[in-house]
């Protein structure tokens, strides 16, 4: 339906290629972008990031106590979360396509805001978990539906920088939500509220805040962005249509499963994510506690997980930026975050404990590592994935099986087990070394597709397709290129 804000598009208006579009325009269009846009989903997913970990820093400010979480029940509060997580993933960013990431971002924020408010009346064990549980629900659309939602603004050699640059945040949110709940916890007791309780109920307020500034700010899409120009309308939604090879998808099809699917490169993404939402998890959920065996009490161990979050934040920001100026991601993904990862915890496995220092610099290596990796690999799984239902899938289905990473996390670092927490570390180190296999064999993969396209190997795929078919191609097309 064409409204008065929106730029209807037909055949004519396409350009012979995208060498055609002023990069003048581009350029501009980009700025108000990262103006209107990037703030609002950073803020978004800080708040999720927050309300998710925030579990490790109220265990060490009392709620572990109060709510008898002794044994495995932390464990199995934060096992109820990803459950739902996972299984939701897929139905979620389905319905951010059909309802559009405007209205739908701005519901579930809103929604795991209230959800997160909710644990600060947590009286029981029982009652925690089934909070965390339908937290798990509300917030699996956050990073999918982010990731797709940029999708359809950015072209493929800006997306990773802004995927990056919000994702960033996620390190960010470790250190501010620690700086957050040493003092939140300090308030005076009202009510039932007081310590750890003090934790959630203010940062669910922020978060359902947040989602009616998402709701007010957000464009719906690039046709209709109204802080855009007619002529910066047409432009924005007729590069990414060039670009994807794809015109606007509407109905879900059979097909579309297939393609973001039934391919090598989602697969690999997958298990890469897989294994860096385990390490990013495991940092987010236990950093407090792993810091406690150093000799630091309750509050120091909070104090001390902002400066790695922040170097973390820099160096995920730059590694993205640089991919996206190189375009390329395997070789960032393998030669830097990969080793960042495994140098990490072959440190905190082999250096004594006593060894504090050094230890100390395995964690900023850990959480350099793991707070990169999963949003390029994000990145690089959307971008290779065209067409708006393919990409809402593909990524759908990326974050999912990667979040049974986040699963595994919470049972890594046992109680049981400290303070040399072996297991946890052996398991993030393996982890390390598979996500470097990952990125070889995409990188050689995609640079072989390319080079077969390149030769006209795959030409014959567009013989005796009609206009319609091959417009629902995506990156199946002869003409689509891969980024490797």
């Given at each position: 339906?064409?409204?008065?804000?929106?730029?209807?598009?037909?055949?004519?208006?396409?350009?012979?290629?995208?060498?055609?579009?002023?990069?003048?325009?581009?350029?501009?269009?980009?700025?108000?972008?990262?103006?209107?846009?990037?703030?609002?989903?950073?803020?978004?997913?800080?708040?999720?990031?927050?309300?998710?970990?925030?579990m490790?820093?109220?265990?060490?400010?009392?709620?572990?106590?109060?709510?008898?979480?002794?044994?495995?029940?932390?464990?199995?509060?934060?096992?109820?979360?990803?459950?739902?997580?996972?299984?939701?993933?897929v139905?979620?960013?389905?319905?951010?396509?059909?309802?559009?990431?405007?209205?739908?971002?701005?519901?579930i924020?809103?929604?795991?805001?209230?959800?997160?408010?909710?644990?600060?009346?947590?009286?029981?064990?029982?009652g925690?978990?089934?909070?965390r549980?339908?937290?798990?629900?509300a917030e699996?659309g956050?990073?999918?539906?982010?990731?797709y939602?940029?999708?359809?603004?950015?072209?493929?050699?800006?997306?990773v920088?802004?995927v990056?640059?919000?994702?960033?945040?996620?390190?960010?949110?470790?250190?501010?939500?620690?700086?957050?709940?040493?003092?939140?916890?300090?308030?005076?007791?009202?009510?039932?509220?007081?310590?750890?309780?003090?934790?959630?109920f203010?940062?669910?307020?922020?978060?359902?805040?947040?989602?009616?500034?998402?709701?007010?700010?957000?464009?719906?899409?690039?046709?209709?962005?109204?802080?855009?120009?007619?002529?910066?309308?047409?432009i924005?939604?007729?590069?990414?249509?060039?670009?994807?090879?794809?015109?606007?998808?509407?109905k879900?099809?059979?097909?579309?499963?297939?393609?973001?699917?039934?391919?090598?490169?989602t697969?690999?993404?997958?298990?890469?994510?897989?294994?860096?939402?385990?390490?990013?998890?495991?940092?987010?959920?236990?950093?407090?506690?792993?810091?406690?065996?150093?000799?630091?009490?309750?509050?120091?161990?909070?104090?001390?997980?902002?400066?790695p979050?922040?170097?973390?934040?820099?160096?995920?920001?730059?590694?993205?930026?640089?991919?996206?100026?190189?375009?390329?991601?395997?070789?960032?993904?393998?030669?830097?975050?990969?080793?960042?990862?495994?140098?990490?915890?072959?440190?905190?496995?082999?250096?004594?404990?006593?060894?504090?220092?050094?230890?100390?610099?395995?964690?900023?290596?850990?959480?350099?590592?793991a707070?990169?990796?999963?949003?390029?690999?994000?990145?690089?799984?959307?971008?290779?994935?065209?067409g708006?239902?393919?990409?809402?899938?593909?990524s759908?289905?990326?974050?999912?099986?990667?979040?049974?990473?986040?699963?595994?996390?919470?049972?890594?670092?046992?109680?049981?087990?400290?303070?040399?927490?072996?297991?946890?570390?052996?398991?993030?180190?393996?982890?390390?070394?598979i996500?470097?296999?990952?990125?070889?064999?995409?990188?050689?993969n995609?640079?072989?597709?390319?080079?077969?396209?390149?030769?006209?190997?795959?030409d014959?795929?567009?013989?005796?397709?009609?206009?319609?078919?091959?417009?629902?191609?995506?990156?199946?097309?002869?003409?689509?290129?891969?980024?490797?």
């Amino acid at each position: 339906m064409k409204t008065e804000d929106s730029v209807e598009l037909s055949h004519a208006d396409l350009p012979a290629s995208l060498d055609e579009i002023d990069p003048k325009i581009e350029a501009r269009i980009r700025r108000k972008y990262d103006l209107r846009i990037m703030p609002i989903v950073t803020l978004i997913y800080l708040m999720a990031f927050i309300d998710r970990s925030n579990m490790g820093n109220a265990r060490v400010l009392g709620m572990e106590d109060e709510l008898d979480l002794s044994g495995y029940r932390f464990n199995l509060a934060l096992t109820a979360f990803f459950i739902t997580y996972v299984l939701f993933e897929v139905p979620t960013n389905i319905l951010c396509k059909k309802f559009g990431p405007r209205i739908w971002l701005s519901l579930i924020t809103f929604m795991f805001g209230l959800l997160t408010m909710c644990i600060a009346f947590c009286t029981s064990f029982g009652g925690l978990a089934a909070a965390r549980a339908i937290l798990g629900v509300a917030e699996a659309g956050i990073m999918p539906g982010i990731s797709y939602m940029l999708s359809t603004f950015y072209r493929r050699y800006e997306l990773v920088t802004r995927v990056g640059l919000y994702a960033s945040f996620a390190s960010l949110a470790g250190g501010f939500g620690g700086l957050l709940a040493t003092g939140l916890h300090m308030i005076p007791p009202w009510g039932m509220m007081h310590t750890w309780r003090n934790i959630f109920f203010f940062e669910g307020i922020l978060t359902m805040i947040t989602g009616g500034v998402c709701y007010a700010f957000l464009p719906k899409s690039p046709e209709t962005a109204k802080f855009l120009t007619p002529e910066e309308r047409r432009i924005a939604s007729l590069r990414i249509q060039m670009e994807v090879l794809t015109h606007n998808q509407t109905k879900l099809r059979k097909q579309h499963f297939k393609l973001a699917t039934n391919n090598l490169h989602t697969i690999l993404m997958s298990i890469g994510l897989f294994c860096s939402l385990l390490c990013m998890n495991s940092i987010a959920l236990f950093m407090p506690s792993i810091l406690s065996t150093m000799g630091y009490d309750s509050i120091e161990s909070q104090l001390m997980t902002v400066p790695p979050y922040a170097v973390g934040t820099v160096v995920c920001i730059v590694l993205c930026i640089l991919s996206d100026h190189f375009r390329t991601r395997g070789i960032i993904i393998g030669g830097v975050v990969a080793v960042l990862i495994t140098v990490a915890f072959a440190i905190l496995l082999a250096v004594p404990m006593e060894a504090t220092g050094i230890r100390y610099m395995a964690i900023f290596f850990a959480t350099a590592g793991a707070f990169t990796g999963s949003p390029m690999q994000i990145g690089w799984l959307v971008e290779n994935a065209a067409g708006p239902m393919v990409r809402a899938i593909a990524s759908a289905t990326g974050v999912s099986i990667g979040s049974l990473g986040g699963l595994l996390a919470t049972w890594t670092y046992l109680k049981t087990e400290a303070p040399e927490y072996t297991v946890g570390h052996a398991i993030n180190l393996a982890a390390g070394i598979i996500i470097l296999c990952i990125a070889v064999i995409a990188t050689v993969n995609l640079r072989w597709k390319n080079r077969q396209r390149a030769l006209g190997k795959k030409d014959y795929i567009l013989q005796d397709l009609s206009q319609e078919e091959i417009n629902e191609l995506g990156h199946s097309h002869p003409n689509f290129r891969f980024t490797p």
